[in-house]
């Protein structure tokens, strides 16, 4: 059987050499170009490669001489960014707006301006009604562009077509909104502002169930879907609250006609803009205290929860992040680029903070691999970003200059150069390195790119710095969750230094709380990140328990992230707040990280660790690795399926044996090993619900699901 697969092997190995031959000499081909490249940057310079470097730093400096940069002041002292309240909680607080020391937070930055509907209608005014929405039909075609007049105007018909459609003008009706980012999902949101009611974006990572399953805690009559697929998806199991679809493409006669079979209407987007605009319905708009979007999570525990942001709390989240930009804020001749899903809220956010000042947003195609194609045609200012998108970049880059000596040779001095400009406050994109290297990284996204928002998930420090090199923009980074808007901290323009996510923001205060059972505190500078302030969140809908739990009893949200101040007042998250209980001797337990040893294991291919505070030992649920245990049972002439391996007690204690044997090797304390384990046969999976789709286990489903056979193992071991 051995030898079978060997075969297999040697026959799969020829095929990739093949395949990597074939690769080959299709790279020789693509290779040429490049070279043709290389021959316009030695054109360029005027000289030939050998005296290169010298040739490239005269140039560069006398070029600088012309081109005469100006640094930047920083805003606040770069060595003290944010303020110290005195007392023993060491909360710190923004440099931004001086109020935050007395524990009062930005709101707004108008006074005329305090919801999402207020802030369009400036964005308006500010603009004297410019180009609002754009999109483009198809990779080859222009931008073309709703103004701010025509969108507000399409905007309450189609708000006004939904309380026709019987939706109550009020902050307790919930419309579903499940689409790529369109200039019909702003309509949208903004014809539901214009009557009261809450946006609850849908997206495809939640999955079909977690669709239906917010569908129906919301309530939702009414989802505005894209097309004929999505529109099929919910279709697949919809909740009986929903009794209609809206439509922004056409679908197909068969999708028609089963909604009608469970009862659901399909009307398309104009006929409700039509059916608004005859009605005419008077405008009922919010308070600044209204929800105005609940955006469901999916995490690691159980069904999504639904956060519910009031409109004052994204005002004022939005405000503190142009606050803090200084002289590099946003403004009505700003263009950006949406292409970062909508039913999240950094997008929202950054799109809010230009509709407020009355710029533009245009969307991308629908397709991420050809972004660059719609940056080309919209030529951006401003873009959020996320680090899968400039990792994406940096690796390009790096594997474009990995096959020439020049080209590596030209890149790190562009790079030490501009790393140098930024040291001093110096943002620029028309130094000679940027002609001469970084010019196609730079037209790749427009060429006009003045100011990058990033955020979502951790930068590595390497892709910040050649970001920052590269772009010639203002890259700021920051962190933040849902639960608050989404911005906690942000850096500030002048800190070129990466690794951390700057001061805390002007809409909130932040203080790190001691995790005694990881060994953090407060004191040291280290902890829990807890959030004050008037972008924290209404709460979980309908989840008062996960509410108090998150909110504590004293309003601070508990992040679940560990933060750590650094001596200059900016904040670096350094781990994550883990799963942890006691045994009932008083000895914490960390299950992941027992997991994470166990895995090891050969034998292993998933494990669930489990304890519980009235046993004094813990137990796991080990899934085998199919291929390893049957060729183990053949060489040892056990014969069945994995099932029937699966209850072989041999087979038990050869992985459990295997286990524990790195755990000690790991250093695990006896406490902290497995005292049984049940062996199962089917994979945790995201189809049966004990997987996330992030691929992370999901703790108490694992537990309910494993109940008996958990119990069983106690039971045997008392
Ligand atoms: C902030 O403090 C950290 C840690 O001491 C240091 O590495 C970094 O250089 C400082 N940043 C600035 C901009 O001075």
């Given at each position: 059987?051995?030898?079978?697969?060997?075969?297999?092997?040697?026959?799969?190995?020829?095929?990739?050499?093949?395949?990597?031959?074939n690769?080959?000499?299709?790279?020789?081909?693509?290779?040429?170009?490049?070279?043709?490249?290389?021959?316009?940057?030695?054109?360029?310079?005027g000289?030939?490669?050998g005296?290169l470097?010298?040739?490239?730093?005269?140039?560069a400096?006398?070029?600088?001489?012309?081109?005469?940069?100006?640094?930047?002041?920083?805003?606040?002292?770069?060595?003290?960014?944010?303020?110290?309240?005195?007392?023993?909680?060491?909360?710190?607080?923004?440099?931004?707006y001086?109020?935050?020391?007395?524990?009062?937070?930005?709101?707004?930055?108008?006074?005329?301006?305090?919801?999402?509907?207020?802030?369009?209608?400036?964005?308006?005014?500010?603009?004297?009604?410019?180009?609002?929405?754009?999109?483009?039909?198809?990779?080859?075609?222009?931008?073309q562009?709703?103004?701010?007049?025509?969108?507000?105007?399409?905007?309450?018909?189609?708000?006004s077509?939904l309380v026709?459609?019987?939706?109550?003008?009020?902050?307790?009706?919930?419309?579903?909104?499940?689409?790529?980012?369109?200039?019909?999902?702003?309509?949208?949101?903004?014809?539901?502002?214009?009557?009261?009611?809450?946006?609850?974006?849908?997206?495809?990572?939640?999955?079909?169930?977690?669709?239906?399953?917010?569908?129906?805690?919301?309530?939702?009559?009414?989802?505005?879907?894209?097309?004929?697929?999505?529109c099929?998806?919910?279709?697949?199991?919809?909740?009986?609250?929903?009794?209609?679809?809206?439509?922004?493409?056409?679908?197909?006669?068969?999708?028609?006609?089963?909604?009608?079979?469970?009862?659901?209407?399909?009307?398309?987007?104009?006929?409700?803009?039509?059916?608004?605009?005859?009605?005419?319905?008077?405008?009922?708009?919010?308070?600044?205290?209204?929800?105005?979007?609940?955006?469901?999570?999916?995490?690691?525990?159980?069904n999504?929860?639904?956060?519910?942001?009031?409109?004052?709390?994204?005002?004022?989240?939005?405000?503190?992040?142009?606050?803090?930009?200084?002289?590099?804020?946003?403004?009505?001749?700003?263009?950006?680029?949406?292409?970062?899903?909508?039913?999240?809220?950094?997008?929202?956010?950054?799109?809010?903070?230009?509709?407020?000042?009355?710029?533009?947003?245009?969307?991308?195609?629908?397709?991420?691999?050809?972004?660059?194609?719609?940056?080309?045609?919209?030529?951006?200012?401003v873009?959020?970003?996320?680090?899968?998108?400039?990792?994406?970049?940096?690796?390009?880059?790096?594997?474009?200059?990995?096959?020439?000596?020049?080209?590596?040779?030209?890149?790190?001095?562009?790079?030490?150069?501009?790393?140098?400009?930024?040291?001093?406050?110096?943002?620029?994109?028309?130094?000679?390195?940027?002609?001469?290297?970084?010019?196609?990284?730079?037209?790749?996204?427009?060429?006009?790119?003045?100011?990058?928002?990033?955020?979502?998930?951790?930068?590595?420090?390497?892709?910040?710095?050649?970001?920052?090199?590269?772009?010639?923009c203002?890259?700021?980074?920051g962190?933040?969750?849902?639960?608050?808007?989404?911005?906690?901290?942000?850096?500030?323009?002048?800190?070129?230094?990466?690794?951390?996510?700057?001061?805390?923001?002007?809409?909130?205060?932040?203080?790190?709380?001691?995790?005694?059972?990881?060994?953090?505190?407060?004191?040291?500078?280290?902890?829990?990140?807890?959030?004050?302030?008037t972008?924290?969140?209404?709460?979980?809908?309908?989840?008062?328990?996960?509410?108090?739990?998150?909110?504590?009893?004293?309003?601070?949200?508990?992040?679940?992230?560990?933060?750590?101040?650094?001596?200059?007042?900016t904040?670096k998250?350094?781990?994550?707040?883990?799963h942890?209980?006691?045994?009932?001797?008083?000895?914490?337990?960390?299950?992941?990280?027992?997991?994470?040893?166990?895995?090891?294991?050969?034998?292993?291919?998933?494990v669930?660790?489990?304890?519980?505070?009235?046993?004094?030992?813990?137990?796991?649920?080990?899934?085998?690795?199919?291929?390893?245990?049957?060729?183990?049972?053949?060489?040892?002439?056990?014969?069945?399926?994995?099932?029937?391996?699966?209850?072989?007690?041999?087979?038990k204690?050869?992985?459990?044996?295997?286990?524990?044997?790195?755990?000690?090797?790991?250093?695990?304390?006896?406490?902290?090993?497995?005292?049984?384990?049940?062996?199962?046969?089917?994979p945790?999976?995201?189809?049966?619900?004990?997987?996330?789709?992030?691929?992370?286990?999901?703790?108490?489903?694992?537990?309910?699901?494993?109940?008996?056979?958990?119990?069983?193992?106690?039971?045997?071991?008392?």
């Amino acid at each position: 059987m051995q030898k079978k697969k060997r075969q297999i092997n040697n026959q799969q190995l020829q095929q990739q050499q093949q395949q990597q031959q074939n690769a080959k000499s299709k790279n020789k081909k693509y290779q040429r170009p490049r070279r043709r490249d290389m021959d316009q940057y030695l054109h360029y310079i005027g000289g030939p490669a050998g005296a290169l470097a010298l040739t490239g730093v005269a140039a560069a400096s006398a070029y600088y001489l012309v081109s005469r940069p100006t640094p930047e002041k920083p805003l606040v002292p770069l060595d003290d960014q944010s303020h110290l309240v005195p007392g023993p909680e060491l909360v710190r607080t923004s440099k931004f707006y001086k109020e935050a020391k007395e524990g009062k937070f930005v709101r707004h930055l108008f006074s005329d301006t305090k919801t999402l509907y207020d802030s369009f209608r400036r964005g308006a005014k500010e603009s004297n009604n410019g180009p609002c929405l754009g999109w483009r039909d198809g990779h080859t075609k222009p931008y073309q562009w709703l103004h701010y007049n025509e969108a507000l105007l399409r905007a309450k018909n189609f708000g006004s077509g939904l309380v026709a459609l019987g939706l109550e003008a009020n902050p307790h009706t919930f419309v579903g909104i499940y689409s790529q980012n369109c200039p019909e999902w702003v309509l949208t949101e903004q014809g539901a502002y214009c009557y009261s009611m809450v946006i609850v974006p849908l997206y495809d990572t939640l999955g079909p169930d977690a669709c239906s399953y917010i569908i129906k805690q919301a309530n939702i009559n009414i989802v505005v879907c894209e097309d004929d697929s999505k529109c099929n998806l919910l279709l697949d199991r919809p909740p009986k609250c929903l009794t209609r679809l809206i439509t922004m493409k056409e679908v197909r006669p068969a999708t028609n006609q089963r909604a009608k079979n469970r009862g659901i209407e399909i009307l398309k987007f104009e006929e409700v803009e039509r059916l608004g605009a005859a009605q005419d319905n008077k405008e009922v708009p919010p308070k600044a205290s209204d929800v105005c979007t609940i955006c469901y999570t999916s995490g690691t525990t159980g069904n999504p929860k639904g956060v519910m942001l009031s409109h004052e709390n994204v005002v004022a989240a939005v405000a503190s992040v142009i606050l803090q930009l200084g002289d590099h804020k946003i403004t009505s001749s700003d263009v950006m680029i949406s292409f970062l899903p909508l039913a999240h809220m950094l997008e929202r956010c950054c799109e809010i903070g230009i509709y407020t000042v009355g710029g533009s947003v245009g969307f991308f195609s629908g397709d991420v691999k050809r972004l660059s194609d719609d940056m080309k045609a919209l030529k951006p200012t401003v873009t959020p970003a996320v680090p899968r998108l400039l990792n994406r970049i940096f690796d390009k880059v790096q594997s474009d200059i990995s096959n020439s000596f020049i080209k590596r040779t030209l890149y790190n001095m562009a790079m030490s150069s501009k790393e140098n400009e930024i040291r001093r406050g110096i943002i620029r994109r028309n130094s000679l390195w940027d002609k001469l290297v970084f010019r196609k990284v730079q037209e790749g996204m427009g060429g006009r790119l003045r100011l990058m928002i990033v955020g979502s998930a951790p930068l590595a420090a390497n892709v910040l710095t050649f970001t920052r090199c590269a772009l010639g923009c203002l890259v700021v980074e920051g962190y933040g969750q849902t639960e608050c808007v989404a911005p906690v901290t942000l850096t500030v323009q002048g800190d070129y230094i990466p690794e951390h996510v700057g001061p805390p923001v002007a809409c909130c205060s932040v203080k790190l709380v001691d995790v005694p059972e990881m060994e953090y505190f407060a004191v040291a500078n280290q902890g829990e990140v807890c959030v004050k302030g008037t972008n924290v969140f209404q709460g979980y809908f309908m989840e008062p328990d996960k509410t108090k739990e998150t909110l504590g009893k004293d309003g601070w949200l508990h992040t679940g992230d560990i933060g750590m101040w650094l001596p200059n007042g900016t904040l670096k998250i350094v781990d994550r707040k883990k799963h942890i209980f006691k045994l009932s001797q008083g000895e914490y337990i960390v299950p992941e990280k027992i997991e994470n040893i166990y895995i090891r294991s050969q034998y292993v291919q998933q494990v669930f660790v489990h304890g519980e505070s009235l046993k004094s030992c813990i137990v796991a649920v080990i899934v085998p690795d199919v291929e390893v245990i049957k060729q183990w049972a053949t060489e040892n002439h056990i014969a069945g399926t994995l099932s029937v391996l699966c209850a072989h007690p041999e087979v038990k204690r050869l992985i459990m044996d295997d286990m524990i044997l790195w755990g000690k090797e790991a250093g695990l304390k006896s406490f902290e090993q497995v005292k049984d384990i049940y062996l199962h046969p089917d994979p945790f999976s995201v189809q049966n619900g004990l997987l996330t789709p992030t691929m992370k286990s999901k703790r108490p489903q694992l537990k309910k699901y494993f109940k008996p056979q958990i119990e069983d193992m106690y039971a045997k071991l008392i």
